[in-house]
């Protein structure tokens, strides 16, 4: 069974920047979507980035988009999600999913907490 391992969560400053990974085990990625969504404290878990494994398209939501970038290192079978000119709104726990193109996120990592102080 595929499990999803993220690292690269910490503690910075407003302004700063982070780079997440996601690194699946079990199995080599081909095809499908990766992406990553976060979760703050009292709301709801909500889409940051999306990236295709095959032709690399990417997606952002509007409040990410110009500071984060999703890629991916095939030869790694890793995905990075690269976060610029942090803000204290950011501040949430991080976890990347995998699923098909089209359909819902169905494989889950255990989550890696970024706190941006102000």
């Known amino acids: 069974q595929v499990q999803l391992v993220e690292s690269g969560g910490g503690l910075v400053q407003a302004g700063d920047s982070l780079r997440l990974s996601c690194a699946p085990s079990g199995r080599t990625f081909s095809s499908g979507r990766m992406g990553w969504f976060r979760q703050a404290p009292w709301k709801e878990r909500e889409f940051v980035a999306a990236i295709r494994w095959s032709g690399g398209i990417t997606f952002y939501s509007d409040s990410v988009k110009g500071r984060f970038t999703i890629s991916k290192d095939n030869a790694k079978n890793t995905v990075y999600l690269q976060m610029n000119s942090l803000k204290p709104e950011d501040t949430a726990v991080y976890y990347c999913?995998?699923?098909?193109?089209?359909?819902?996120?169905?494989?889950w990592g255990q989550g890696t907490q970024v706190t941006v102080s102000s």
């Open positions: 999913a995998t699923g098909p193109v089209v359909g819902t996120f169905n494989t």
